[in-house]
T-cell receptor, first 113, second 111 residues
Framework: AQKVTQAQTEISVVEKEDVTLDCVYE???????LFWYKQPPSGELVFLIR??????QNEISGRYSWNFQKSTSSFNFTITASQVVDSAVYFC??????????FGAGTRLTVKP | DTGVSQDPRHKITKRGQNVTFRCDPI?????LYWYRQTLGQGPEFLTY????????KSRLLSDRFSAERPKGSFSTLEIQRTEQGDSAMYLC?????????FGPGTRLTVT
């Protein structure tokens, strides 16, 4: 069975701090996809990144970076120099071969000015 | 707006009534998904269509729930004999490959 765990329920930082959101997953599939989504207060889920299980290369996009470690089944997300607009709930998700996507419970990030 | 749209955005209904929600995916997307999200939780998968074929159904989709995608374009999700436990945000997403784009959701409140 698939499972995604986001152990951090809430994180609060002050603007300009770096913050890492943890994601640990479980799956028996050898081929799968990992995702991060942002859900701002408006409610709409915003796609951030997709990573397939064969690509362990870390990725950087502006202030966002992702660290995929297959050995520890983790796909962590770091925001550098956080801004107030980064305040949202962030979800990690895993999609298996059957296109069944499982989301973690989310981490609520609050960035204070 | 060429994103995923959902209608209505909010629905308040009395227990026992039937409700139907609509999702219009991004036009070239052949896959369409329904999720349910309750407060403080991540979205839970309900069902998935590839074109008009319903390929996966979660155990969460009891016999009171039915979804259709008659022409492989828009989809409807119907809940019959609603219960208070059905109160949630119902999200629709569409994709062409593996990247799902989500709509704004329909918030259902069952009183």
């Amino acid at each position: 069975a698939q499972k995604v765990t986001q152990a951090q329920t809430e994180i609060s930082v002050v603007e300009k701090e770096d913050v890492t959101l943890d994601c640990v997953y479980e799956t028996r599939d050898t081929t799968y996809y990992l995702f991060w989504y942002k859900q701002p207060p408006s409610g709409e889920l915003v796609f951030l990144i997709r990573r397939n299980s064969f690509d362990e290369q870390n990725e950087i996009s502006g202030r966002y970076s992702w660290n995929f470690q297959k050995s520890t089944s983790s796909f962590n997300f770091t925001i550098t120099a956080s801004q107030v607009v980064d305040s949202a709930v962030y979800f990690c998700a895993l999609e298996d071969n059957n296109n069944d996507m499982r989301f973690g419970a989310g981490t609520r990030l609050t960035v204070k000015p | 707006d060429t994103g995923v749209s959902q209608d209505p955005r909010h629905k308040i209904t009395k227990r026992g009534q039937n409700v139907t929600f609509r999702c219009d995916p991004i036009s070239e997307h052949n896959r369409l998904y329904w999720y349910r999200q309750t407060l403080g939780q991540g979205p839970e998968f309900l069902t998935y269509f590839q074109n008009e074929a319903q390929l996966e159904k979660s155990r969460l989709l009891s016999d009171r729930f039915s979804a259709e995608r008659p022409k492989g374009s828009f989809s409807t999700l119907e809940i019959q004999r609603t219960e208070q436990g059905d109160s949630a945000m119902y999200l629709c997403a569409s994709s062409l490959s593996n990247e799902q784009y989500f709509g704004p959701g329909t918030r259902l409140t069952v009183t």
